[in-house]
């Protein structure tokens, strides 16, 4: 009976391990083109995103180039669209396309906020929303998640421990801070769209 128990149990921490791999190598593996996966997480991890050649070339430290043929294969695609403001063409990804969903969560999967939503908002009760900040809200892979869990009388050590949980499973590192929703409004009201993104509200759970 043990022998079968411990057979389960290593059959199980196998399978995670699995899963984790996959995660962290699913764009990778499906994607060769590190332009690509970047242009695919500038425009399709925040939707408020938007963004020129130029801007972009520094931001990737590539070759404009071919950040060029990227960005003219999406938009050809149907997956961007363009704007003229004075001399340079914005781009943003197109919200209506029938993919754009699908990205959008397969770029949440590749990062790991689909497991610190379930994680966190599953083990914490008092929680309105959840928001991500820095690098990744502007589209940008900085290495560090920045969160702001918005909420009421939150037991800090508990969710610290948390964290701490969600931080082994995705290999990331998670920065937070908790606001109550009077500091929220603040905060949104002094920053743009892009710099901030809505991941969870108790108005929309599931």
């Given at each position: 009976m043990l022998?079968?128990?411990l057979i389960e149990v290593h059959s199980l921490r196998l399978r995670t391990f699995i899963v984790q791999y996959r995660r962290l190598f699913m764009l990778e593996a499906l994607i060769t083109s590190k332009t690509r996966i970047k242009?695919?997480?500038?425009?399709?991890l925040n939707k408020s995103s938007e963004s020129y050649l130029r801007?972009?070339?520094?931001?990737?430290?590539?070759?404009?180039?071919?950040i060029r043929l990227e960005l003219n294969k999406f938009e050809t695609a149907g997956l961007l669209n363009s704007s003229q403001k004075g001399n340079k063409k914005y781009f943003r990804a197109n919200t209506d396309h029938p993919l754009f969903g699908d990205i959008h969560n397969l770029l949440l999967k590749h990062i790991g906020i689909d497991k610190i939503i379930d994680e966190v908002v599953s083990n914490i009760g008092s929680l309105y929303q959840v928001f991500l900040v820095g690098d990744f809200a502007k589209g940008l892979d900085g290495g560090i998640i920045d969160i702001i869990f918005v909420g009421d009388d939150i037991n800090q050590n508990y969710l610290l421990k948390i964290v701490g949980k969600a931080e082994k499973l995705i290999k990331r590192k998670i920065r937070y801070m908790l606001f109550s929703k009077d500091e929220i409004q603040d905060f949104i009201n002094t920053k743009e769209?892009?710099?901030?993104?809505?991941?969870?509200?108790?108005?929309?759970?599931?």
């Open positions: 022998h079968h128990l242009l695919l997480m500038k425009f399709f801007n972009l070339e520094t931001e990737f430290g590539g070759s404009s180039n071919g769209d892009t710099e901030y993104m809505l991941l969870w509200s108790n108005n929309n759970k599931s």
